[in-house]
């Protein structure tokens, strides 16, 4: 009777055994695919980052960004992650682009693949839209929260513009800078010093500066957040988290159609201030035209 009972009890166990190991198995199989990608295709988007070499930052451009996740330069600053299915930004003040003195991880759109000279104009109408969260924000020695750019409308010269004022680049001004400001989203927008300037006159970037700026009411601080971004001739409306809409519509933008313009998106940080950094997340971008 005894040895029966040790029997099946030693049956028992090994079938216990052979249940449990499979149930292992089965949870790491699990936890190995149980991942999340952002919703962002980027075969439309080239990324700066803060690190380069000779003073410059590098950037790379499609096909080979659509690799960041294999690419060891781009890790530290442009990865997954793939728990929240976010896309991430990293900063710290280091390099700079020419006409900057901040660092950044920001994509930048190419309506072509790898070609900066195909944008688009106000009178072409464009739409951008983001989901986002600001994770991580260093502080300034007074104790208050540093300021990153997590969108912008950038202008840009053609190359007919560039060479009629005799300016070295294609640079224009962003007309459209949207922050992440002490836990609000601030935004900021362009104005020409003097509406009557000529045309010729409006293309140099000192004939703009910027607008007094707003501030959305609600305060987003370190949760997601929607911005929804709507372009058309001589008018902007940037809505946040479908409840507060802010309408730009004025002659100084009905002059902009002067220029063309792409997005950005990502992490400028607004700071050189040593030991500051930010990381900012995306988990949906999507642009129209």
């Not at 949870?27 to 695919?33: A, L, N």
């Not at 988290?241 to 002059?255: D, G």
């Not at 220029?259 to 990502?266: L, P, Q, S, V």
Request: overall charge positive; charged content about 25%; aromatic content about 12%.
């Amino acid at each position: 009777m005894t040895l029966t009972l040790k029997r099946i009890s030693y049956s028992s166990f090994l079938i216990y055994l052979f249940i449990f190991s499979v149930s292992c198995l089965s949870t790491k199989d699990k936890k190995r695919t149980n991942y999340k990608l952002p919703n962002i295709d980027l075969n439309h988007w080239s990324v700066t980052i803060p690190i380069g070499e000779n003073g410059k930052p590098i950037s790379i451009q499609p096909p080979e960004i659509l690799n960041y996740a294999n690419n060891k330069v781009l890790k530290p600053f442009f990865y997954n992650d793939s728990v929240n299915g976010a896309l991430v930004f990293h900063a710290y003040p280091s390099l700079s682009t020419p006409n900057s003195k901040y660092s950044r991880s920001e994509l930048r759109e190419q309506i072509k693949p790898g070609d900066n000279n195909v944008n688009w104009t106000f009178s072409q109408g464009a739409s951008f839209k983001g989901e986002l969260k600001v994770a991580k924000m260093s502080k300034d020695k007074n104790g208050k929260y540093h300021r990153t750019m997590v969108m912008q409308i950038h202008g840009r010269l053609t190359n007919e513009q560039r060479d009629l004022i005799g300016q070295k680049d294609n640079n224009a001004p962003p007309v459209l800078k949207i922050y992440w400001d002490k836990g609000k989203v601030r935004v900021k927008t362009k104005e020409l010093k003097y509406l009557e300037a000529t045309d010729t006159a409006i293309l140099d970037k000192k004939a703009w500066t910027d607008d007094e700026g707003f501030s959305f009411e609600e305060k987003v601080d370190f949760n997601k957040f929607e911005l929804d971004v709507k372009v058309s001739y001589g008018k902007i409306e940037v809505t946040l988290n479908n409840k507060q809409t802010k309408v730009y519509k004025n002659e100084h933008l009905k002059r902009w159609d002067i220029f063309e313009n792409y997005f950005k998106a990502g992490n400028y940080l607004v700071t050189t201030d040593k030991g500051a950094f930010a990381t900012v997340k995306y988990y949906n971008l999507e642009v129209k035209h």
